[in-house]
């Protein structure tokens, strides 16, 4: 069983209906006859049923959580034999994840200063939002996540367990000649009636922003949504509308033309941020101990950067 074949048991054990049906697509690439094929050729090298078809949804069968079960760990250990083995040749590669605006605003100058200290060991970094993220440490596909504390998972096994580093304050960014721009900070119940330019769903603080207007009883149209920070934050300076993002995204010098950026002062809304990791470190290599100890420091230390 490969990790290909773990991800598609795992999820459609936990999704029903059309959400199993978008998650297939999603995550495996693949139509539904060539999913089942594949279904059906482990079941075929098993013995048994692994999967029971309902009208909604295809949770495991008590043989197929088993052997879903051993076969992650067994893929783990290998995982990590493969590491050893590269530790030992010097080649030795630690895999993170990380959230927006942490992974281009804060790893950067930290990578480099690892890879300075120890140049045999390799990191790849993949971006993701906030749910892949943690989805990414629970199936051992990267050491660690830098990202917002997840919701309590429910899946049986082993869980992951979030340390908190620091707090994102929230910013408003905002066209250069809006009402608001020489305000000395901001206020939630200034932005009643605004233009609101938004993150996608994925977006690790848009529904702390929607929740916290909601609180407060403020009306906001919502006029876009975009998939990159930068690409809102020119839609900001084009006179599009607002936003409110993590501090983190932006200092003086990185502001596009045409936007300024001043304090939210009430409520104060901040992202945590933090890093998740598999509650049991047995599997955890040197390498990776030594990057997670770096990353503790580092950002405990430094916190978010003010605007």
Known sequence: MTPYHCAICARLSRLHGPAASRERR??????????????AALEAAVGVPLI??????????????MVLARAESLLKDAACLREAARVAAGRATVRLAAVEPVASRRLPPLMAAFSRQRPEIHIELRIAGQCAASALVESGAVAYALTGKPATSRRAGTPSSFTHLYDDPMIVLLPERHRLARAKHVDLTDLGGESLLVGTDACVYRALVVGALQESDVDVALRARFGDTAT????????LGIAVLPAGFFTGDTLPKGAVARPLRRPRIAIGIGLLQPRRRDRETEPERALRRVLLEALRANGSPAI
């Open 26 to 39: 999603a995550n495996s690439g693949t139509r539904k006859p060539r999913l089942s094929t594949h279904l």
């Open 52 to 65: 029971e078809p309902r009208r909604r949804g295809a949770p495991l069968t008590e043989a197929g959580r």
């Open 232 to 239: 809102l934050a020119y839609g900001v300076a084009a006179g």
